[in-house]
């Protein structure tokens, strides 16, 4: 019996691999599984290999195993490229059309998919048949599956739901037949519990929408798409706008309009994107107007690897504007956080009234996971100082000083509109008022009324520990790598090794303090990450993190980083 | 009720003295004025050059953002608040240049926010470089043995990009080019006017006297249509582009902000931004 399964279907992009997966993954979510999937897909519509994997457990992981158990194949492709991993003894379903062949340490079941298909209406459900073939392995009753089929084809009519339902049924007993219901391959039974099952785009969506977002000026990009296309479904609800600009250059510019304005507005891009943005985000901290930007990371530097994944815009994020302005910079690592990290970003940028970088990495944009409830009162709104009307009054007949030089450097803002409140606004260097000038004594008290506005400042929990004290070594990691690390640390304690989990949520202002404190009494020290420069690594050092034993765990294939990686590096090291 | 004085600050332009410029700024205040804006319900966004700095000479809401940028800051302001008379401003440089991608695409999306170029066929901040309306065998700095490129038409690319108002006036028509402006804040879509506002520093071929002998001034065709876009065409083509006054407008247009889904008609920073409970648990649906 099965604790926990690996599970894979590959084909042709185009064919229904995807909706396979998806069928899949969600159908199992709802018999309370901790699902995790993860698309290996290229930057092309039809055609090339592709592969949806889903890990399906009783607990949660947060990673992709280095192993399939069962390999569903469309075409031969995906057996000579996939079948390497699948374990010994395990299964490779595929349709018998192509006359599949496969290497000796699996067992090949070749299922007439299509032909099945097509005798219960339609080739195309070939997907549906190799589903039901899966769930008579692994020992699950087919109408786990009617739920799902429902709601993708109910509207398309009764009679094409039971066409699926009669694939799937004859998936399964053409399985039977085969002997295919192997006790070895059932899954032990999960306890029910529904669960919320979405991608990391989805919960920022719902997380913008949460925290109050009305305009989100975009530009469409490999991984970032998916924010615009879910908050421009669910903005008429709440009377915000989406807005498909030209280039991110107009993307970034018109953010900082809707801001200045008093709108929450954010916008969402990639690597290439976030390098475009960069003279604006520069406007953003000159001019003190909040705004959040999304940054979707994957494989760099240009048109890299648009639908890999990679974590290697953290130096970009932090240094790449010219000149210097006080920044926030968020790393969500889960679902859930990026829920509430929007949120939270947009309460930084207004009570800080700086530009707030949110980075997450392909892996956790596109990853469909199991979530855990998500509670609309994690999200509070807090929009930082704003004029009132005494403000107002006090500067009544002359300008409002937008810029006023305060103990903690923040000014209050007032929006267009308001009477009484006519100041200037200018990426030139300006006065209290706003009007420029450019005379050192000015330049240097609003330079330092800026910088001040961060100085000292602490985000919570930017460091979160798990793990052993004293340990033998500490595993330090970002993003969506909180999966394999959490997977590897277990493997390590089970192996004798007292290890900790260090994971950090924000990389500006630089938790030093917070990851001074981790790392104490860690004997070796090892940063995760997927990069080929050690970015997180120099970081830690730059902002002066006493470390200098750490060693770098890199990753830069383009695909993510499995916990046997990372296992296999810390037992080396051991 | 504000005058033009109301629209007056104290602030001195960074401009030469003679610069279009000038008239330019005097045009916007006595265009606001006798619309009855009062000064806090306007807000001009402006780029980057000599002209650039106009937000910061006339008495609203001003924002002068980086270098090109001008339309989509303005947009943006506009979505937020779209009960703002907003005003976008820059020299050519800013707006055909560097900018001329948001030109085209802010001409496309049709909101109601006006455009104002100054356009002096040269880089004057830079001190005195070709710009992107420069005549073909102009020269300047970096064109020293005359300009090889050919000038973009101001008025020809707005009217071939679908524009619904166009309007352009010289300096020396301070009459016209106030008439211009209200026109173009009174119409509800996206309106440009494009403004011949000589350089007197660094542009010595299309001086004041230049335009006062080459301007097709509008006003003075009776039978001209400026509601039919093809003879509109045909009139700034055969003009070299260098037609004044109103050249074309279509008042049946809808502005982006009329056809947005949902959005409402308060103000977006009127509205209350906390999600009800009930939205959240049906948002919820989708994903379990």
């Known amino acids: 019996m099965l604790e926990q399964l690996s599970w894979k279907v590959g084909g042709q992009q185009g064919e229904g691999v995807e909706s396979t997966g998806e069928t899949f993954a969600i159908a199992l979510n709802r018999q309370g599984y901790y699902v995790y999937s993860f698309r290996h897909f290229s930057s092309r519509i039809k055609g090339g290999h592709s592969n949806d994997k889903v890990r399906v457990s009783l607990k949660q992981y947060r990673a992709i195993a280095d192993y399939t158990d069962v390999l569903l194949a469309f075409d031969q492709e995906s057996i000579d490229v996939n079948a390497h991993e699948v374990r010994q003894g395990g299964v490779v379903i595929a349709d018998s059309k192509f006359n599949p062949t496969a290497p000796d340490h699996v067992r090949l079941f070749s299922i007439p998919l299509t032909k099945i298909a097509e005798e219960c209406g339609s080739a195309i459900m070939k997907n549906m048949v190799s589903l039901g073939a899966s769930a008579c392995l692994l020992g699950l009753p087919i109408e786990i599956f009617r739920e799902v089929v429902e709601e993708r084809f109910l509207r398309k009519g009764q009679r094409i739901v039971d066409q699926n339902m009669e694939a799937i049924s004859r998936g399964f007993n053409h399985m039977k037949e085969l002997g295919g219901a192997d006790p070895e391959f059932a899954l032990r039974p999960a306890d029910g519990t529904r669960r919320l099952f979405m991608m990391g785009n989805e919960a920022l969506g719902l997380g913008a929408l949460a925290a109050g977002a009305r305009v989100m000026p975009a530009y469409p990009i490999t991984p970032a798409s998916d924010v615009m296309e879910y908050l421009i479904k669910q903005f008429p609800k709440v009377g915000g706008v989406v807005v498909q600009t030209e280039d991110e250059i107009a993307a970034i510019n018109m953010t900082i309009g809707a801001a200045y304005g008093g709108a929450r507005a954010l916008t969402c891009t990639a690597g290439p994107g976030l390098s475009l943005m960069m003279e604006a985000i520069g406007l953003a901290g000159m001019t003190e107007t909040p705004v959040v930007i999304i940054d979707t990371q994957r494989g760099g530097p240009s048109t890299g690897l648009p639908t890999k994944q990679e974590q290697s815009d953290m130096l970009a994020a932090l240094f790449g504007t010219h000149g210097e302005i006080p920044k926030i910079v968020l790393n969500p690592a889960t679902t859930e956080e990026c829920f509430t990290v929007v949120g939270k970003a947009f309460n930084l940028a207004e009570r800080y009234q700086c530009p707030v970088i949110i980075m997450t990495d392909l892996q956790l944009s596109l990853s469909k996971q199991t979530t855990e409830p998500l509670r609309l009162e994690d999200v509070v709104i807090d929009r930082g100082a704003v004029a009132d009307e005494a403000d107002l009054a006090a500067a009544a007949g002359g300008e409002f000083p937008r810029y006023r030089l305060t103990d903690s450097g923040v000014s209050k803002r007032v929006f267009p509109g308001t009477k009484g409140g006519l100041h200037h606004v200018t990426g030139v260097e300006h006065m209290e008022t706003g009007r420029p000038n450019e005379t050192a004594g000015n330049r240097k008290q609003m330079m330092e009324k800026r910088m001040r506005k961060l100085q000292g400042v602490e985000i919570e929990d930017s460091v979160v520990r798990t793990g052993d004290e004293s340990p033998d070594i500490a595993i330090v990691g970002i993003g969506s790598n909180i999966g394999a690390i959490a997977e590897a640390k277990e493997w390590l304690q089970r192996d004798g090794l007292k290890v900790a989990h260090v994971h950090i949520h924000a990389i500006l202002p630089f938790p030093k303090r917070q990851l001074q404190e981790a790392l104490s009494g860690a004997k070796q020290v090892v940063v995760v990450e997927n990069n080929a420069t050690a970015q997180l690594r120099h970081l830690m050092s730059f902002f002066g993190v006493d470390c200098p034993h750490a060693q770098s765990f890199l990753k830069y294939n383009g695909q993510a980083i499995l916990p046997v990686e990372i296992y296999e590096f810390c037992k080396e090291m051991n | ?288």
């Open chain 2, 1 to 288: 009720m504000a005058t033009v004085k109301d629209f007056r600050n104290n602030v001195r332009p960074n401009w030469c003295p003679g610069c279009g410029d000038f008239s330019v700024q005097a045009s916007i205040q006595r265009a606001l004025a006798g619309l009855g804006k009062e000064p806090h319900e306007v807000a001009i966004v402006s780029g980057i050059g000599c002209s650039g700095r106009i937000s910061g000479y006339i008495n609203t809401y001003g924002f002068h953002g980086v270098h090109g940028r001008a339309l989509p800051a303005a947009q943006g302001l506009k979505l937020a608040n779209r009960h703002l008379t907003v005003i976008a401003a820059g020299g050519d440089g800013d707006g055909f240049g560097i900018g001329l991608n948001h030109f085209m695409h802010a001409v496309r999306r049709n909101m109601d926010i006006t455009y104002i170029v100054m356009d002096n066929q040269i880089y004057g901040l830079t001190k005195g470089q070709h710009s992107p309306t420069s005549a073909h065998g102009f020269e300047a700095k970096t064109t020293p043995q005359g300009n090889i490129e050919n000038a973009i038409i101001p008025t020809q690319v707005a009217l071939g990009a679908g524009i619904g108002f166009l309007a352009q006036g010289f300096s020396s028509d301070v009459n016209q080019l106030v008439q211009l402006i209200e026109q173009a804040i009174q119409y509800r879509g996206f309106a440009l006017v494009n403004v011949f506002s000589p350089c007197v520093t660094y542009n010595k071929i299309n001086t004041y006297d230049w335009f006062r002998e080459h301007v097709y001034n509008l006003d003075q065709v009776p039978d001209y249509d400026p509601t039919d876009r093809a003879a509109a065409m045909q009139m700034v083509v055969k003009t070299g582009g260098l037609a004044t006054g109103l050249i074309y407008r279509d008042d049946s247009r809808v502005p982006y902000e009329d056809q947005i889904p949902g959005y409402p008609e308060q103000a977006l920073v009127e509205e209350e931004l906390a999600l009800s409970e009930e939205i959240f648990q049906n948002a919820l649906k989708q994903f379990a």
